[in-house]
């Protein structure tokens, strides 16, 4: 009874000392200038933002997703070979309202075929292997396309930053390789596939 009660005892103890193997996270001190400090704080106090480490860590997220290893801060940021801009969506909407309506498709393939050269080159992302579109959709997602969902044979826009589904007919095809019927002419688009990747 005594040899089962020092086991018992014995185990109980094991489970209290803490994994050594496991690394626990490494301690860094940032020095804020005062207004820095004043701008974080006043996020955090307006509900923007729930802490100074979440806040942080968001950052990160945002620099790993967009790939910021090359920015050239202020006013030069490239993904790989290509350069982005931050731009305002109604410049971009007065240059498209300028394309003839007959040439937004074949200006939308040429943009989705530059944008298969930017993802494959920079990237390594084969666009057209179906596979590999949810990592499309992030990189998209994350530069401000837009909201993009594929839902069997169909593909969904929501909050599109250009409201031309000509332009986004020719881009989806050109990028992906594929061919597409067009089903809603306002946001949210949605665009059914006709033809599977490469055929």
Do not use: H
């Amino acid at each position: 009874m005594s040899d089962i009660l020092f086991m018992q005892s014995n185990r109980e103890r094991k489970k209290e000392i803490p994994n050594k193997n496991k690394s626990s996270p490494k301690r860094t001190t940032i020095i804020l200038e005062e207004d820095e400090r004043n701008f974080i704080d006043t996020l955090i106090r307006e509900g923007k933002e729930p802490g100074i480490k979440p806040l942080i860590s968001k950052m990160l997220d945002i620099y790993r997703s967009m790939m910021i290893y090359d920015w050239r801060y202020p006013g030069e940021y490239y993904c790989g070979i290509s350069r982005i801009a931050f731009m305002n969506i109604e410049l971009a909407n007065i240059l498209i309202q300028n394309i003839p309506s007959e040439k937004r498709l074949e200006v939308g393939k040429k943009m989705g075929e530059a944008t298969k050269v930017s993802m494959e080159a920079t990237l390594g992302i084969q666009t057209t292997s179906r596979e590999k579109w949810p990592e499309v959709f992030k990189r998209l997602r994350v530069q401000g396309f837009g909201d993009f969902y594929i839902k069997d044979k169909y593909i969904l826009i929501k909050a599109p930053f250009i409201n031309e589904p000509e332009i986004w007919f020719g881009f989806l095809e050109g990028l992906f390789g594929i061919e597409l019927d067009v089903k809603s002419a306002t946001p949210p688009f949605v665009f059914e596939l006709k033809s599977a990747p490469g055929t």
